[in-house]
C-alpha cells in the first residue's frame, strides 16, 4: 500500500510555476530516491510535501489529503523533514533540539544517541557550535525524534566529508533493515543510492520523466537526466 | 565576567538586605520604593516571556497592568461604597480580598491576552509592535471615557486590600508578598525556559518554518507564551494598584508599556533576573535623578542607549556575558 501517493502535483513561486507534473510514491517499508540535476524540483517538491509551499494536484499521505493541512498537522501525521542545510534550531542544546521535537513511540533520546553516538557526546553543547556533519545528525535525530511514518532526506549527505557521508549512509539502511521506516531520499550519489534505494523517481523541470528499480538506472538514464 | 549564578545571587541579596537595612533604621519610605522596584519587575518578567522566550515585542503590555490594577479598583471600590458590581442575572459584590483580586485580575488578563494575542499574531515585525501599541491605546482611551471608575481622574482606594495572615497597611508585610510573588513568577519562569514548550517556543522565535516541520504549532506556542507573559503582567498591575492604593488610565498609558519594555531591555532581554536588574535601576535613577532634575528622562535615555549600543544583553549581557553554552 502507498503511504505517500503523489498525482499531478503542481507549484509555483508567485508568477514562477516550479513544478508541472510530478507523479510519486512511497510504499511502506520502501526507501525511495528522487534525483535530478539542480533546479529541477526536487526540493520544491519535498516543501509542497511537508506544506510548506501552497501546491495543486492530489497529495495523500497514510489515507489523508495533505493539500488542506497545515505544515505542523503533516508532521504530526508523520512526515519528519530533515531539511536541506540541516537547520537545527541554534539557541537550543543537541538534548533540547532533540526534546523539543519529541512526540512518543519507538524513538526517544536514548534511541537516538545509540544511533548517533556522537550526539550524546555533545549533548549539552549548543547546535550551532557543531560541525557540518554533527549538525546533520542531529537534524537526522530530530526528525526521528517525532516518530514519523516516512522520513524525508533533502540532500543529507550534501558538502560533508567522506567519512561522515558513509556514517549517513550507513545510517540509513540501517533504518530500512531494522526499523522498516520508509524514507524518501534526495541525494546525487548514484552508487551510494543504489545500495539502499528500492526504486527511484527522476524529475525534470518539474516533471517526473522516469521511474524504475535501482538496478534500471543505466548509463543512458545518467546521462540523459542526471549527468552534467 | 561575573558568573550569572553569582550576579543573580547579589540581586537576591539585595532585595532581602535593602528592607532589613530601611527597618533597621526606620526608612519607611525606601520599602516602598523597593515595593515598587518589585513590583515593575514582576511586570517586566511578565513580559520577558514573551519578548525573550517568544520573541514577541509587545508595546501594549500596559494593557494587562491596566487591566490588573483596574481589576483591584473596580473590585475595592464597589467593596469600599458598599455597592454591587452587578445584580443582575446574579449578585457581584465588591472585594478586599487579595487573593480573590488576583484571582480575578489573572482571568480577565488571560483572556484579554487570548484575545489580543489571537489578532495580533496574525503579524510580525513592525506591525505587531503597531497592533499591540493599538490595543493598548484603545483601553487607554475606554479608561479615561469612563465616568463611573473615576475617568481621567482615577479611582482611590482608602485601605490597602488584605491578604490573610499579613497586615498589608505595614509596608514590610507588602513588600514580602510582592516579593514572593516574584520569586514564584522567577521560578515558573526558570521552569518554563527549561520545559519542552520553552525549548519549542525558542525555536519558532528563530524559525517558525522549522518548527512547523517538527510538527509544533508555532503561533499557538507563540499565544500561549503571550498569555502566560499577558496574566503575570496583570498581576503586577494589581499589585501596583494596591502599592498606591490608586488606579489611573496612566497605568494603560503607551509610556508604560515602554517602561516595561525598557527595564527588560536594560536588564537583558531573555535573561532570568534581566528584568529585575532593568526595573530596580530604573527605580534608582528615577529616584535619584528624578530628585535633581525634572528633566530626568533625559538621563534615562542616554543611559539606555548607552546599555544598547554597548551591547545587546543589557546589564546582564554586560557583566556576565553571553549565555553559558553548556547550560
Not at chain 1, 497529495?59 to 531539511?83: C, E, K, Y
Not at chain 1, 524525508?152 to 533504518?175: H, M, Y
Not at chain 2, 538586605?17 to 515593575?40: C, G, K, N, Q
Not at chain 2, 473615576?150 to 497586615?167: A, T
Request: aromatic content about 10%.
Amino acid at each position: 500500500m502507498s503511504l505517500l501517493k503523489i498525482f499531478q502535483l503542481n507549484a509555483s513561486y508567485g508568477a514562477i510555476q516550479a513544478l508541472y507534473d510530478i507523479n510519486l510514491d512511497v510504499r511502506e517499508g520502501e526507501v525511495v530516491a528522487l534525483m535530478g540535476r539542480n533546479g529541477m524540483g526536487k526540493s520544491t517538491t519535498v516543501k509542497s510535501i511537508c506544506r510548506l509551499i501552497p501546491s495543486h494536484g492530489e497529495m495523500h499521505f497514510a489515507g489523508h489529503d495533505l493539500q488542506v493541512l497545515p505544515s505542523h498537522r503533516a508532521a504530526q501525521l508523520g512526515i519528519g523533514l530533515v531539511p536541506e542545510g540541516r537547520r537545527c534550531f541554534h539557541s537550543l542544546s543537541v538534548y533540547e533540539n532533540l526534546i523539543s521535537a519529541h512526540r512518543s513511540g519507538f524513538w526517544n533520546f536514548r534511541k537516538v544517541i545509540k544511533l548517533f553516538p556522537k550526539l550524546g557526546e555533545r549533548r549539552a553543547q549548543k547546535a550551532i557550535s557543531l560541525s557540518g556533519g554533527e549538525q546533520q545528525m542531529l537534524a537526522i535525530g530530530r526528525a526521528l525524534m517525532t516518530n514519523p511514518k516516512l522520513l524525508i532526506l533533502d540532500e543529507a549527505t550534501e558538502g560533508l566529508a567522506p567519512l561522515i557521508r558513509q556514517e549517513i549512509w550507513a545510517v540509513i539502511s540501517k533504518l530500512k533493515d531494522q526499523t522498516g521506516l520508509s524514507i524518501l531520499v534526495i541525494d546525487k550519489s548514484i552508487n551510494e543510492l543504489k545500495a539502499v534505494c528500492d526504486r527511484v523517481f527522476i524529475v525534470e523541470r518539474g516533471k517526473t520523466v522516469w521511474k524504475g528499480s535501482a538496478a534500471q538506472i543505466s548509463t543512458k538514464v545518467v546521462e540523459d537526466f542526471l549527468g552534467v | 565576567m561575573i558568573n550569572e549564578k553569582y550576579f543573580n545571587s547579589v540581586i537576591v541579596l539585595l532585595l532581602l538586605l535593602v528592607p532589613a537595612w530601611a527597618t533597621a533604621s526606620d526608612e519607611p519610605f525606601t520599602i516602598t520604593l523597593i515595593t515598587r522596584a518589585v513590583v515593575f519587575s514582576l511586570a517586566a518578567v511578565g513580559l520577558n516571556i514573551a519578548l525573550g522566550l517568544g520573541g514577541l515585542v509587545s508595546l501594549g503590555h500596559a494593557v494587562f497592568f491596566g487591566l490588573g490594577g483596574y481589576a483591584m479598583g473596580i473590585l475595592a471600590f464597589h467593596a469600599q461604597t458598599y455597592s454591587a458590581l452587578f445584580e443582575w442575572p446574579f449578585l457581584i459584590e465588591g472585594t478586599k480580598s487579595m487573593p480573590l483580586i488576583w484571582l480575578v485580575a489573572l482571568i480577565f488578563c488571560s483572556i484579554a491576552a487570548s484575545l489580543i494575542g489571537f489578532l495580533s499574531l496574525r503579524t510580525s515585525g513592525v506591525y505587531f509592535i503597531m497592533i499591540t501599541l493599538a490595543f493598548g491605546q484603545m483601553f487607554y482611551f475606554f479608561s479615561i471615557s469612563w465616568p463611573k471608575y473615576g475617568g481621567e481622574d482615577g479611582l482611590s482606594i482608602y485601605v490597602r486590600n488584605g491578604f490573610p495572615g499579613l497586615n498589608t497597611l505595614i509596608p514590610l508585610h507588602y513588600y514580602g508578598l510582592c516579593l514572593v510573588m516574584l520569586f514564584l513568577a522567577l521560578w515558573f519562569s526558570a521552569r518554563l525556559k527549561k520545559s519542552p514548550f520553552g525549548l519549542a517556543l525558542n525555536a519558532a522565535r528563530q524559525s517558525p518554518e522549522r518548527v512547523e516541520t517538527v510538527g509544533l504549532n508555532g503561533k499557538r506556542l507563540k499565544l500561549i507564551a503571550f498569555v502566560i507573559s499577558g496574566a503575570i503582567t496583570g498581576l503586577a498591575g494589581a499589585l501596583f494598584a494596591d502599592l498606591n492604593r490608586f488606579v489611573s488610565p496612566t497605568m494603560f498609558s503607551w509610556q508604560t508599556s515602554g517602561e516595561i519594555m525598557i527595564f527588560v531591555i536594560i536588564g537583558g532581554v531573555g535573561r532570568l533576573f534581566g528584568p529585575v536588574t532593568g526595573a530596580l535601576v530604573f527605580v534608582s535613577l528615577e529616584h535619584f535623578l528624578g530628585g535633581i532634575n525634572d528633566y530626568w528622562h533625559v538621563y534615562l535615555g542616554l543611559f539606555l542607549l548607552g546599555i544598547v549600543l554597548l551591547g545587546k544583553g543589557g546589564l546582564v549581557g554586560i557583566l556576565c556575558g553571553k549565555e553559558k553554552i553548556n547550560a
